[in-house]
């Protein structure tokens, strides 16, 4: 069994590095949404600092759900999918590695480059600090759930805009919880650990059923 | 063995087949045959267990194939009208992953072999995509040589194919009927056997009837 993920997982990641302008593109949308801000509200320390770890949230959301829709539509249109839906080993397996060659690729590299980004909107080292963890708990998270989406959503004319429709309610609470912790992170008296249990509960949760619901959709859609 | 019984299909609201019986012994190959639209391609999806059926039952050695899932796919090579390669990738990796989720334990050694066989020495680890139509198909048919699966599924292998690739398949195919495996494909091609029998499925003869000759 975790011959086929690595199988998998190995596989998307030689794809992904042979094709990169996908994993940049990524990257530089979330750089760049989040470059903007600053530029249009102005460069007052207080307002940026309140307006960080959001921004920073919603860009990093964005920018996760620019390569969902490219997940499962690749190996849809080329016919690697069907193989993957007629491997005696468990569906799922093989959805859970896709998925994280999909964090791998477009989640991780949020992660390393977010401290650069707060930067711009002056805060203090423990917020930045706390951003990645956050990040690196919640974007797991992120790729999980919509690959739900993306998988509801294979074949669909204007998958595109659908995916966001039904993903994006869905990530309410990981962007609550995440942003959540890295403004109390820069209070005097800073408890981030509950936002930290939750949004590891969301994970936890997530890694159990979102492989099994994104397997049992992609057999629908495949119909 | 696979039996077959009452099956019926419909894409939408057109009828495709109904009442389809068949049950296929060990060494057989079927051949189904009928016009374009006829259903062909949604039968083999079908006994793959990639579409659901309307009615009727599907059955592998008396068990059925639904309820057996994986065990059945383990049994089962299904080659679609897509090759299922990646153009990223070099014909030694996807046959490397192919195997893998065949479920097979496949060494390089056993790859590069099957990709000489194929006729493809010296284009193993080249990119498919800059390979010919005929040679990709070449790089996906060579997942038959890896394969241990006893039933073959197989939707129109020979297009696209040159006459020493069909020459090739067409052995392949004759060689596993003759170990007592089963083959059921569509083509427009006629595949001589060297032991074991063949049989005709004619689709959309009748309407909505699939008639066996």
């Known amino acids: 069994m975790w011959r086929i993920f690595f199988c998998i997982l190995g596989r998307d990641i030689r794809l992904a590095m042979r094709r990169r302008t996908d994993v940049l593109t990524t990257l530089f949308f979330f750089v760049i949404v989040v470059s903007l801000f600053p530029l249009g509200v102005g460069t007052e320390k207080q307002i940026l600092r309140i307006l960080g770890p959001g921004v920073v949230w919603v860009a990093a959301l964005l920018a996760s759900m620019l390569a969902l829709e490219r997940l499962f539509a690749a190996d849809y249109e080329d016919g690697t999918l069907e193989q993957m839906l007629m491997t005696p080993q468990p569906l799922s397996v093989v959805v859970l590695a896709k998925i994280t060659a999909h964090w791998v690729l477009t989640g991780l590299p949020l992660v390393a480059i977010a401290p650069l980004m707060g930067m711009q909107y002056h805060l203090p080292e423990a917020s930045l600090i706390t951003m990645m963890l956050s990040l690196l708990v919640g974007t797991p998270v992120l790729s999980l759930i919509g690959a739900i989406g993306a998988a509801l959503t294979l074949g669909l004319r204007g998958g595109g805009i659908l995916l966001a429709l039904l993903i994006l309610p869905l990530y309410i609470p990981v962007l609550v919880y995440g942003a959540g912790a890295v403004t109390v992170s820069a209070l005097d008296f800073a408890d981030t650990q509950p936002y930290f249990s939750l949004l590891g509960a969301f994970l936890l949760l997530a890694l159990i059923f979102s492989p099994l619901a994104a397997a049992a959709a992609l057999r629908i859609s495949t119909e | ?213």
């Open chain 2, 1 to 213: 063995m696979l039996e077959v019984a009452d099956l019926e299909c419909r894409r939408g609201d057109r009828l495709l087949f109904s009442g389809l019986s068949f049950s296929l012994e060990p060494g057989t190959l079927l051949h189904v045959r009928g016009r374009n639209g006829s259903g062909k391609t949604t039968l083999l999806r079908t006994l793959c267990g990639l579409l659901a059926p309307d009615a009727g039952e599907m059955s592998w050695n008396g068990k059925d194939t639904r309820r057996l899932g994986e065990d059945f796919h383990r049994d089962t090579l299904y080659f679609g009208h897509l090759n299922g390669i990646k153009s990223d990738l070099t014909g030694i990796e996807n046959l490397r992953v192919s195997a893998t989720l065949d479920g097979d334990l496949v060494e390089d050694s056993v790859i590069w072999n099957a990709l000489d066989r194929m006729g493809l020495a010296g284009f193993e680890d080249l990119p498919t995509k800059v390979l010919s139509q005929g040679q990709k198909k070449r790089v996906a048919l060579a997942r038959l040589l890896l394969s241990n699966a006893p039933l073959w599924i197989l939707d129109e292998p020979f297009t696209a194919l040159d006459v020493d690739a069909v020459d090739q398949l067409q052995t392949l195919i004759a060689q596993h009927v003759a170990h007592d495996g089963l083959v059921i494909l569509t083509t427009h091609q006629e595949v001589p056997l060297t032991s074991g029998q063949i049989r005709r499925l004619h689709l959309g003869d009748e309407r909505g009837h699939g008639a066996e000759t």
